[in-house]
């Protein structure tokens, strides 16, 4: 059974520039959680989408966005980077009911911004 | 005040040790906890997921929910070089919204 997709695993941009990160969850998993893990935060909760919407969101400015598809498959996007948004972006899947609610993380993609 | 606290560590332990990582969190409202072991350079993997109070088992790994001093542990028995990793602590009480700790980075000295 294949895991949790991320892709890229590493980019660089520049200050200004967007950036797209793709995930591709688990088979039959029709939740995607979004994270954010730095050195000095930790892991830090973006947002969740089911079923094509967002239903939770975490504080963070609006630069930071994302969207699911109906294949399950989802995009976050950060736009006018800046260098505090080099990190480890974690996306994880889940089945979202009572119980089986447990996340199961890709391997990251991990962004430097110049 | 972050919603989750772990002490970072690092902890070095001996080869065949007993590891007891420990959390604190302060919502009263949290049922889902969990423990995620992180290597370097890869995703978290689940170690341990329990809903509400109480203990869970796992060949070396238990799991402890206090939920009256809202306090979560995870004992490792006979720590191996291999459990040498970052050890991170989830709770939550909405469904897929967690909140992590920063994570206890182990050292398994062989």
């Known amino acids: 059974k294949a895991g949790v997709t991320q892709t890229p695993r590493y980019l660089i941009k520049t200050r200004g520039q967007q950036v797209t990160l793709s995930c591709s969850p688990i088979?039959?998993?029709?939740?995607v959680s979004w994270y954010q893990q730095t050195p000095g935060q930790g892991l830090q909760f973006l947002f969740e989408?089911?079923?094509?919407?967002?239903?939770n969101k975490g504080n963070f400015p609006g630069r930071f966005s994302g969207r699911q598809f109906s294949n399950s498959r989802s995009e976050m996007n950060v736009s006018t980077l800046e260098l505090g948004d080099s990190a480890l972006y974690l996306c994880?899947?889940?089945?979202?009911?009572?119980?089986?609610?447990?996340?199961?993380f890709g391997a990251g993609s991990r962004l430097t911004v110049l | 005040q972050k919603e989750v606290e772990q002490d970072p560590g690092p902890l070095s332990v001996p080869e065949g040790a007993i590891v007891s990582l420990n959390c604190t969190y302060s919502n009263s409202a949290f049922q889902y906890f969990m423990w995620y072991r992180q290597y370097s350079r890869k995703g978290p993997e689940l170690l341990m997921y329990t809903y509400s109070s109480g203990n869970k088992e796992d060949g070396r790994f238990t799991a402890q929910v206090d939920k009256s001093s809202k306090y979560i542990s995870l004992f490792i028995r006979d720590s191996q070089p291999s459990d040498s990793a970052t050890y991170l602590c989830a709770a939550g009480y909405n469904f897929n919204k967690f909140y992590f700790g920063s994570g206890t980075k182990l050292n398994v000295k062989p």
């Open positions: 989408y089911f079923s094509e919407t967002q239903r």
């Open positions: 088979s039959g998993h029709r939740s």
């Open positions: 994880a899947s889940s089945f979202r009911e009572p119980g089986a609610n447990v996340l199961t």
